[in-house]
């Protein structure tokens, strides 16, 4: 009931009226999974779990295509993955807080790339419109530019974006502006769980708006503890929310917070969100281990 009531200033709706048309996963097929990106052209999901081979891969209909990146020590093995994104040119890069590095595979499972250097804790990342990745790490409090040649598998540049956040996790891209949006998870205080700030910086990374859970709080009707984001083909900013198990449209940029429900049942322990290229909306529930694929 209390996601019912709205908030915030008067703007345009988000897109309602979302209905779930596909759960993919479920415990076995899928375990603890972290993250979950969808490929541009072909609308292949790619899944990272904590399963004997990490990354999954599923077609649009909901069938396994694949399944690849082995647990081990190896070299293009992959320990603990965090996060997953899809380049526009089909490598999927994975995020492995097990030796804090960036891997990148093509569709087939074969490593391409492992980027080791500089890193403390790479944790949430999000490919751009040229095959980009930014990432945050979270144990140093900084956001990077990774730009690759992944089809010879060559490194070009790593460059730091942005300092001093605060334990960064998730982020995203907006595919249009070059906005980015990036969720911080701030430092406990006395008994409470800790909170998160939503911190959008524009293309050229200077910082458009932030919120935290208390700011937010003072506008919604329910407390945001928001675990991943996401930018919509409008450019707004789709968060999350595991206190209240559903997703929330935050707004664009420029009209940030508004508060506006897209999915409000159905949702367990919801950890990572995407768009297809088809608008459908992708949620990664950790809760039952699942995809969940909503359209309108």
Request: with cysteine.
């Amino acid at each position: 009931s209390a996601l019912g009531r709205s908030g915030g200033g008067a703007a345009a709706p988000a897109p309602a009226g979302l209905g779930l048309r596909l759960c993919l996963g479920g415990w076995g097929s899928l375990v603890n999974p972290t993250g979950v990106a969808a490929c541009p052209g072909s609308g292949r999901l790619a899944v990272a779990h904590d399963g004997k081979k990490r990354i999954h891969v599923f077609g649009p209909s909901g069938f396994c295509l694949r399944r690849f990146g082995e647990r081990g020590d190896a070299g293009s093995d992959i320990k603990y993955p965090l996060d997953v994104t899809v380049t526009s040119d089909g490598h999927v890069v994975v995020t492995d807080g097990g030796d804090c590095s960036v891997k990148a595979f093509d569709f087939e499972g074969r490593g391409v790339l492992a980027v080791r250097e500089g890193f403390c804790l790479p944790w949430g990342l999000d490919a751009t419109p040229e095959s980009e990745v930014i990432l945050t790490d979270s144990e140093a409090g900084a956001l990077y530019r990774l730009t690759a040649d992944f089809q010879r598998g060559e490194l070009k540049k790593c460059q730091m974006i942005r300092s001093r956040l605060v334990s960064p996790r998730a982020v995203a891209v907006c595919q249009t502006s070059g906005a980015v949006v990036v969720i911080e998870h701030l430092k406990a205080r006395g008994p409470s769980k800790g909170s998160t700030r939503v911190k959008i910086f524009s293309a050229e990374m200077d910082l458009i708006s932030q919120m935290d859970s208390f700011g937010l709080n003072l506008v919604f009707p329910s407390r945001i503890y928001a675990t991943a984001v996401a930018f919509d083909k409008e450019g707004r900013v789709i968060v999350t929310d595991i206190c209240s198990q559903a997703v929330i449209c935050l707004g664009k940029p420029e009209e940030f917070p508004i508060f506006n429900p897209l999915i409000s049942h159905g949702l367990s322990y919801p950890v990572g969100l995407t768009y297809m290229a088809n608008d459908s909306l992708v949620v990664l529930d950790s809760g039952d281990h699942s995809i969940k694929v909503y359209s309108s």
